[in-house]
Structure formats: structure tokens, C-alpha cells
């Protein structure tokens, strides 16, 4: 019998999905796409036809291609839009299959000159992403590691577990010049080396006016710096350019020295407005 309309749905080009159950996700599974065919639905060209990110699948393969080697691949995926469509478990995400647990969207290469940090507008449409696992030394640890000209909103992790490095937080372990992270929060455990913190490890704008900031943010967080530099802070641990306003945060922070409840050291042309550590 030929398949029912009023029972599938159907597009050129994606799955055949249920009418009217929540949670599901269209899109072709890596192995039914044609070579260089866009692995999400959505346009990405817009905040009114983003390329949604609807699994824990899909968020991993965003990362993949940001951190992608290729320079013609992570421009085709910078300067995007995406929005989650739905809760997120990562707990038993561990791309590399070695222990270490998530790897994050965006890397730092220096002292190498490709830009390897997200730029894109991630929307988390409200949505919450739990489980989030790291364990890996190495530094820039957090749901995306480095990210410039990029605005990360409405997302809230819970039950992180982030021990890593230098620069680590639950949202972003680097934002660089003109990067803000609005309307999210985080819960659990960031711990590293030095720049740790609970919304982003280190937040660093520039002095010719490409600023960074983080706004209507939260944290219930043990963060924990253990480097002899410290700078740990329950919404970044260091901010430099930038400004932090109505933020709050409860729970403890520890580091051997710039440890502070907003942030562990505010830097040059830096502003905390409308905050509160509890």
C-alpha cells in the first residue's frame, strides 16, 4: 500500500517523519548524503531559516566542520545561523572515543595563523543542553572553544562536568573581539589550569572597539582554577575590553589567586554592571 499523507510527512531531500510528533529530525543521516550536501536542515542564511541542530549527532557534526582542517569548509559553516530544536544529552558523547569526552565547537591554534573560532549566531531557542562531559588537559574546554564576531543566546547547560585546562567554561572557553553571550546559563562543575569560568574561561576584546560581552546570564557552579595564575570566576574568569551586565551567580569559587564571584580579574576598559555573586 502506498505510504499515507496523513500519517508521513514528506520533502525532497529529507527523512519521511510522523505528522505531529514533536522531537523529530528530518534530516538525512551522514550516510544517505550526496558528497558535500549540507548535513542540517535549514537554510542558515537567516534567523528565520536557521540550520537546526535537533540531536547531540547533529551539534557534534557542527563542530566537526568548524574545526575542520579545510579552510573552504569552515567558511561554509561561519557566518551561519543555528537554532536547537530540542533538548540535548551529551553524557555519552566522546567524539574522539578515547575518554576525554566533548569536543568543542571552534578551536585555538596559536601561534598558527588559520582563524579556527566559530562566528555564526547559535541560537539555543530555550533548550537545554545536560551532560555536557570534558576531560582533556590540553586546554579551551566548554560546549564551544573559541569564538570571535559570534553571539551565542538562550541556552542553558546543566550538569556540566568540565575539567580541563587553561582557558576552560561551561558555554565558551575563549570569546574574542565582538563575541556575546546572552540569556543563558550553566549548573555543575568547571575546573582547569588558569581563565576559568562558568559562562566563558577568558572573555577578550580589543582596544580598537570590538568588544566582547556577556549579558542575562547565570551560574550555579563549583569553578575551580588550580593554575598558579589563577583567574576563576563564577561568569568568566577574566575579562579584558569587554563589559558583564545583569549577571548573577551562586555556589564556590576557588583559585590560588583572581578569584572573584563575577569575574576573576576585570581588565583594561572593562565594565560589570547590574551583578551579583550570592
Not at 107 to 120: A, L
Not at 223 to 237: D, F, N, P, Q
Request: hydrophobic share 35%.
Amino acid at each position: 500500500a502506498a505510504w499515507s499523507d496523513t500519517i508521513w510527512e514528506f520533502a525532497d531531500g529529507k527523512l519521511p517523519i510522523l505528522v505531529g510528533l514533536v522531537g523529530q529530525s528530518a534530516a538525512l543521516p551522514e550516510h544517505l548524503l550526496v558528497p558535500g550536501a549540507v548535513p542540517f536542515e535549514g537554510a542558515g542564511t537567516n534567523a528565520t531559516d536557521p540550520y537546526l541542530i535537533a540531536t547531540a549527532a547533529d551539534l557534534a557534526k557542527l563542530a566537526e566542520l568548524v574545526n575542520s582542517d579545510d579552510e573552504g569548509t569552515r567558511d561554509a559553516y561561519n557566518d551561519k545561523y543555528y537554532k536547537l530544536t530540542a533538548d540535548i544529552d551529551l553524557s555519552d558523547i566522546d567524539p574522539n572515543e578515547d575518554g576525554t569526552g566533548w569536543v568543542p565547537i571552534g578551536k585555538y591554534r596559536w601561534p598558527e595563523t588559520p582563524d579556527y573560532s566559530f562566528k555564526g549566531t547559535f541560537d539555543g531557542n530555550h533548550k537545554i543542553i545536560s551532560g555536557l562531559y570534558i576531560n582533556r588537559t590540553g586546554g579551551f574546554s566548554g560546549v564551544f572553544g573559541q569564538i570571535s564576531e559570534a553571539t551565542i543566546k538562550n541556552l542553558g547547560l546543566t550538569d556540566v562536568n568540565v575539567q580541563g585546562g587553561n582557558w576552560s567554561g561551561g558555554i565558551a572557553a575563549l570569546a574574542l573581539t565582538g563575541a556575546s553571550i546572552e540569556n543563558c546559563f550553566v549548573t555543575g562543575l568547571v575546573s582547569g589550569g588558569q581563565y576559568v569560568g562558568g559562562i566563558a574561561g577568558f572573555a577578550n576584546g580589543t582596544a580598537s572597539g570590538d568588544k566582547v560581552s556577556i549579558e542575562n546570564c547565570y551560574s550555579n557552579l563549583i569553578v575551580t582554577s588550580t593554575g598558579e595564575l589563577g583567574k576563576s570566576g563564577g561568569i568568566a574568569g577574566s575579562i579584558q575590553y569587554g563589559s558583564i551586565n545583569n549577571c548573577y551567580t551562586t555556589g564556590n569559587i576557588a583559585g590560588f589567586q583572581d578569584a572573584g564571584g563575577i569575574s576573576g580579574r576585570v581588565g583594561s576598559k572593562s565594565t560589570i554592571r547590574n551583578c551579583a555573586a550570592l
